[in-house]
């Protein structure tokens, strides 16, 4: 067991049951472009042409992106009317 709702080493195109949709498309089109080369190099254009090695930055945000998209969505709170005058009624005691 990974702890992952895929196989980290090759997650499929389609994303599992659950995840963001467009998170996932989106990582895992970075992921499939990012792979590593025969010199140790990454294959991807943008990094072949500035010689980085792989792992590459974009493979690992892509890597993040996967298991992100995963993730339950955290409900993000609002900030009211009603939280701003909170904060500027404590700003002038
Ligand atoms: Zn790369």
Not at 23 to 36: F, G, K, N, S, V
Not at 71 to 85: F, K, L
Request: glycine share 6%; net charge neutral.
């Amino acid at each position: 067991m990974t702890g992952f709702p895929y196989d980290p080493q090759q997650p499929p195109e389609q994303p599992p049951a659950g995840a963001d949709f467009m998170t996932w498309m989106l990582a895992y089109r970075i992921h499939a472009e990012h792979q590593p080369g025969p010199e140790g190099l990454c294959l991807a254009n943008t990094c072949r042409a500035a010689s980085n090695p792989w792992p590459c930055e974009p493979w690992k945000l892509a890597r993040s992106g996967l298991r992100d998209a995963c993730q339950p969505i955290t409900e993000r709170r609002q900030v009211t009317d009603a939280d701003i005058w909170f904060r500027r009624a404590v700003n002038q005691r």
